[in-house]
Nanobody, 123 residues
Framework: QVQLVESGGGLVQAGGSLRLSCAASGGTFSTYTFVMAWFRQAPGKEREFVAAVRWSGSTLYADAVKGRFTISTDNAKNTVYLQMNSLKPEDTAVYYC???????????????WGQGTQVTVSS
């Protein structure tokens, strides 16, 4: 199965940008899964869907990030990215990369998860 490792998290000022990366091993996206997604979890809050991309190119975004975040893939590098612009303090969370067979936003559909990377946005 696909193994996922996130990177790129850190501290950024409000209004700034950050790009997260999720490196997949064990095969390509099209071979081992159909959908890659990003979820996030802030302290004391439920884990929530952020964005997803299907191998065919279709994308989904949570309303809270639509217009600010962009999910993309580089299949040659077996990597999925989350470009985050116009960051807000409420974007502060641990961000997780995940893989699924279905193009959905519910976390129970995702069977493979990365370890997470911390994103902190200062006021």
């Amino acid at each position: 199965q696909v193994q996922l490792v996130e990177s790129g998290g850190g501290l950024v000022q409000a209004g700034g940008s950050l790009r997260l990366s999720c490196a997949a091993s064990g095969g390509t996206f099209s071979t081992y899964t159909f959908v890659m997604a990003w979820f996030r979890q802030a302290p004391g809050k439920e884990r929530e869907f952020v964005a997803a991309v299907r191998w065919s190119g279709s994308t989904l975004y949570a309303d809270a990030v639509k217009g600010r975040f962009t999910i993309s893939t580089d299949n040659a590098k077996n990597t999925v990215y989350l470009q985050m612009n116009s960051l807000k303090p409420e974007d502060t969370a641990v961000y997780y990369c995940a893989a699924a067979k279905s193009f959905v936003t519910t976390e129970n559909a995702y069977k493979n998860w990365g370890q997470g990377t911390q994103v902190t946005v200062s006021s």
